[in-house]
């Protein structure tokens, strides 16, 4: 079955980094867009960072300039390298497929202080 594991989040300061990692499994990887959510407390998930098939790439406004998205498609592997953090960045963070599939993952916490 459809398969996402996230994992490299964490606790950090605010201006600080983190790489997020997930492997997906039960897609045909190179087949599909890929993307990141994120999930903060009291608020919807939301659509972080998205990367084609090709290697296009679109982010949220609010993570422009600050968050890089990439993927192995050798891997089955989507990262999310994230740079300057803010403590609004706080939020469990998904992956999945763009547009994304009822199979979430466990996510991973990325918590940032100020």
């Known amino acids: 079955q459809v398969q996402f594991v996230e994992s490299g989040g964490g606790l950090v300061q605010a201006g600080r980094s983190l790489r997020l990692s997930c492997a997906a499994s039960?897609?045909?990887?190179?087949?599909?867009?890929m993307a990141w959510y994120r999930q903060a407390p009291g608020k919807q998930r939301e659509l972080v960072a998205a990367i084609t098939r090709g290697g296009g790439t679109n982010y949220a406004d609010s993570v422009k300039g600050r968050f890089t998205i990439s993927r192995s498609n050798a891997w089955s592997m989507v990262y999310l390298q994230m740079n300057n953090l803010k403590p609004e960045d706080t939020a469990v963070y998904y992956c999945n497929v763009d547009p994304y599939r009822p199979a979430w993952g466990q996510g991973t916490q990325v918590t940032v202080s100020s």
């Open positions: 039960g897609i045909i990887f190179s087949f599909n867009d």
